[in-house]
């Protein structure tokens, strides 16, 4: 079993996190860690979403080749 979260779970510990520091009782020291922690959720998530822009944007020929759409 992988150990890698699913976005949508990444998501809500990135939320849990920006609700406790918008709480304001959190002493420094575990502000920032939460704050670190939060900033690589945040670089994972998005690079989860450009991932699956980058999938959404080939679509398949019918030769099974893939082809960038024209935006």
Same mark, same amino acid.
């Given at each position: 079993? &992988?150990?890698?979260?699913?976005?949508?779970?990444?998501?809500?510990?990135?939320?849990?996190?920006?609700?406790?520091?918008?709480?304001?009782?959190?002493?420094?020291?575990?502000?920032?860690?939460?704050?670190?922690?939060?900033?690589?959720?945040?670089?994972?998530?998005?690079?989860?979403?450009?991932?699956?822009?980058?999938?959404?944007?080939?679509?398949?020929?019918?030769?099974? &080749?893939?082809?960038?759409?024209?935006?």
């Amino acid at each position: 079993m &992988s150990d890698k979260k699913t976005f949508e779970e990444n998501l809500q510990d990135l939320e849990a996190i920006v609700a406790k520091l918008e709480n304001g009782d959190v002493a420094l020291e575990d502000a920032i860690a939460e704050f670190q922690k939060g900033m690589l959720l945040s670089k994972d998530l998005q690079k989860t979403l450009q991932e699956a822009e980058q999938t959404l944007v080939k679509v398949m020929q019918a030769d099974g &080749s893939e082809k960038e759409m024209d935006a």
